[in-house]
């Protein structure tokens, strides 16, 4: 057994100070403005509310690489339900499902419009690698 004769109690602020620089941590994604504009915009082409629908951004495991993103509207109501993350700007929506958070936090969402492809396109720093085709990923 150990000798615990001489602990010291520690004890962690909980003023507003330490608040402020937790507030200042890259928590979630941000979300672009065009991005904003085409979760918008296809909410209205599927004759979604998009008040109550938000792109839903799920990290799985596929892809030469083990992982890529899957992506699709999804209702906010059942996504607050399951825990998921919910960021929005600009009126729109990006759920981020509650397994797959830590895999895209400090991100950003943009879309991406060029003469070969168009869609949204997640900018993250958490990827270690990519495949040559860029759709998978591997995390750090």
Do not use: W
């Amino acid at each position: 057994m150990s000798d615990c004769g001489n602990v010291q109690k520690v004890f962690v602020p909980t003023t507003t100070d330490t608040d402020d620089v937790l507030e200042k941590r890259i928590v979630g994604i941000e979300i672009t403005d065009l991005a904003a504009e085409k979760i918008l915009h296809f909410a209205k082409v599927d004759k979604k509310d998009a008040t109550e629908y938000g792109l839903k951004i799920s990290v799985v495991k596929d892809g030469c690489s083990g992982n890529s993103y899957q992506m699709d509207l999804a209702p906010i109501k059942d996504s607050q339900e399951a825990g998921d993350k919910i960021f929005e700007h600009n009126g729109a929506y990006a759920i981020v499902e509650k397994l797959s958070y830590l895999f895209v936090t400090g991100s950003i969402l943009d879309y991406a419009e060029t003469l070969l492809m168009s869609g949204f396109q997640i900018v993250n720093p958490n990827v270690k690698k990519s495949c040559s085709c860029g759709s998978s990923v591997a995390f750090k």
